[in-house]
């Protein structure tokens, strides 16, 4: 992406607490107008200092950070013109919804009228519009969330933050509310970025998601991208279910790699920082990418299994099966007749392509 474009701009940013362990390290990261970008890792991977620092609730210990090609390091949180979303939602318990919504209006010198309109305006994005009354103590959870969003929208912001905002809820409010507000950000153009641990949530909201690991992007790309062409190792596990074989390179022939393992070798057909015959390397496989019982010299990869466990999940069976000397080898399985006669102890052939397997570094 190109800089030009760009509403935020991290550019060499490092972070540390203690003046010795970075946190954040050399972060250089454009976040485009209109883009919705979600900052997705395990705990202490640096997502949410990133955020922090964006906000302007912590400072970069090196770096500056550009809003609308203005540097704002030094410009308190107050005056960076950024709208933030919470888990906790941190709405006032004295105020009425419509007073949560207007304080920021009032704190920007608005007229009442305009506040009014304003507010209005908000709770509508968010489908509470008779919703104006009730104090936070008296909305369930959801529509507790759906305020807090629409306070973060109601001073038409450059730029929303949103920190693990759905983490509260269950799991089909979560859902619901993950459509809302990826609806809201489309509606309104909004520039928004998301941090979260939840996987699938950045793979339905995110226009691109950066992967953190260790306080570095470990891969920045949209969700399909990151799916589909993991860079490493780490990318591949942590995003979506796949089933992984550490092995060594025994043949590269450019177009396909042939990857030795304990009980066999698989065929693949790319590698990715794989250095070449000789070096190790992770295999990934999606589990939805397994074919049951393929017809003999239908694929290049094709190897006996034995179903070790079959748990129904409505569209699919998620089926566990003993492959290559591995017992967690997972594959998801269509729900339909043909499968239905599978039962746990079966042994049959399960087979892939070599187009559905990556060869990745070595790291577990």
Not at 74 to 102: D, S, W
Not at 218 to 238: H, M, S
Not at 342 to 360: F, H, Q, S
Request: proline content about 5%.
């Amino acid at each position: 992406m190109s800089s030009e474009n760009a509403l935020v701009r991290f550019v060499d940013i490092q972070k540390s607490y203690d003046g010795e362990a970075l946190v954040v390290k050399n972060l250089n990261l454009d976040v485009a107008k209109g883009e919705f970008l979600t900052m997705l890792g395990p705990s202490g991977s640096g997502k949410t200092t990133c955020l922090m620092m964006l906000a302007g609730f912590e400072p970069a210990t090196h770096g500056e950070i550009f809003l609308n090609e203005h540097p704002i390091n030094r410009v308190p949180p107050h005056k960076r013109g950024i709208g933030m979303v919470f888990q906790n939602y941190a709405l006032f318990p004295h105020m009425t919804v419509a007073e949560n919504l207007a304080f920021p209006l009032e704190v920007r010198h608005m007229d009442k009228s305009e506040r009014e309109q304003r507010v209005k305006r908000a709770l509508d994005m968010v489908q509470l519009g008779k919703f104006g009354d009730p104090r936070p103590a008296q909305l369930s959870g959801g529509q507790a969330q759906r305020v807090a969003v629409a306070r973060s929208l109601v001073f038409d912001p450059d730029l929303v933050l949103m920190d693990e905002p759905l983490g509260a809820l269950d799991k089909n409010l979560r859902e619901q509310m993950q459509y809302e507000i990826k609806h809201i950000h489309e509606n309104l153009g909004l520039t928004v970025v998301y941090v979260t641990h939840d996987q699938s949530e950045a793979l339905t909201m995110s226009n691109r998601i950066a992967v953190f690991d260790d306080g570095i992007i470990q891969q920045c790309d949209p969700p399909p991208v990151l799916y589909e062409e993991p860079n490493n190792a780490f990318v591949a596990g942590f995003i979506g279910e796949n089933n992984r074989f550490v092995g060594k390179v025994t043949e590269d022939s450019g177009d396909t790699v042939k990857v030795e393992i304990e009980a066999g070798a698989v065929v693949v057909a790319k590698k990715v920082n794989v250095e070449g015959v000789g070096s190790r390397s992770t295999l990934s496989l999606r589990p939805e990418r397994v074919t049951v019982d393929p017809e003999a010299g239908s694929l290049p990869n094709i190897f006996s299994g034995k179903a070790e466990e079959l748990i129904y999940l409505g569209d699919h069976i998620r089926t566990r099966f003993t492959v290559l000397g591995h017992d967690d080898f997972i594959v998801k399985i269509p729900n339909s007749a043909a499968h239905a006669r599978l039962k746990e102890g079966d042994t049959v052939n399960i087979g892939w392509n070599a187009e559905d397997c990556r060869a990745l570094d070595p790291s577990d």
